[in-house]
């Protein structure tokens, strides 16, 4: 898997919109970006890939520039229950390997 | 929905002690995981299987062992628990190894005293 850079953490209010961006500098070209939510208590769960440009799902979108060499997660209007720590993966989207996750990005919204 | 259910949530081990962690999925996925995750330290890959009977070590597998016996079950074994194995461990399944798609379990919290 490509190595990826995420900020630690992020705070922000109910009712912004939050980006969460991650650089990957040495994607390949088979590689896809994959974006894991993990809730306290719980264990972490795929909100949304992209091989380029936009993805837009009910959860999130994510936005890739031309070059791919860093992404996107915007969330909009983010509330209490968005508060969670999100993983930026990328790597060939199958294949025989295992996930490898970073430390990932702890978002706090607050009210 | 996919699940995958881990038989305890919380457990409590002396040092010691063989302990088993078991892991089931019912969607007949090929791969299964264990992770362990403790704070600031992400997730961490402890053992994974693309099939049965077949087991590839993680970036941590010094103290544990897995066994793949039927296709649905994934267990991890500590073979003599320790306290720095105090930790919360967590299941994952998926139909291949990329990106997409892994099902994780809701985890074990595993302390040894």
């Known amino acids: 898997l490509a190595k990826t850079t995420q900020p630690i953490s992020m705070d922000s209010y109910e009712g912004q919109e939050v980006n969460i961006t991650c650089s990957h500098n040495n994607i390949a070209t088979n590689d896809y970006i994959t974006w894991y939510q993990q809730f306290p208590s719980q264990g972490p769960r795929f909100i949304i890939q992209g091989y380029k440009t936009k993805v837009t799902n009910e959860v999130a979108s994510l936005f890739i520039p031309a070059d791919r060499k860093s992404s996107t997660l915007s969330l909009p209007r983010v509330s209490l229950s968005d508060t969670a720590v999100y993983y930026c993966l990328v790597g060939e989207r199958a294949g025989r390997r295992a996930l490898t996750f970073g430390s990932g990005t702890r978002l706090q919204v607050q009210p | 929905d996919v699940k995958v259910t881990q038989s305890s949530r919380y457990l409590v081990k002396r040092t010691g002690e063989k302990v088993f962690l078991e892991c089931v999925q019912d969607m007949d996925h090929e791969n299964m995981f264990w992770y362990r995750q403790d704070p600031g330290l992400g997730l961490r890959l402890i053992y994974f299987?693309?099939?049965?009977?077949?087991?590839e070590k993680g970036d941590i597998p010094e103290g544990y062992s897995v066994s793949r016996e039927k296709k649905e079950r994934f267990s991890l074994i500590l073979e003599s628990a320790s306290t720095n194995q105090t930790s919360m461990y967590l299941c994952a399944s998926s139909p291949d190894g990329g990106l997409y798609g892994y099902t994780f379990g809701s985890g074990t919290r595993l302390t040894v005293v």
């Open positions: 299987s693309y099939d049965v009977k077949m087991k």
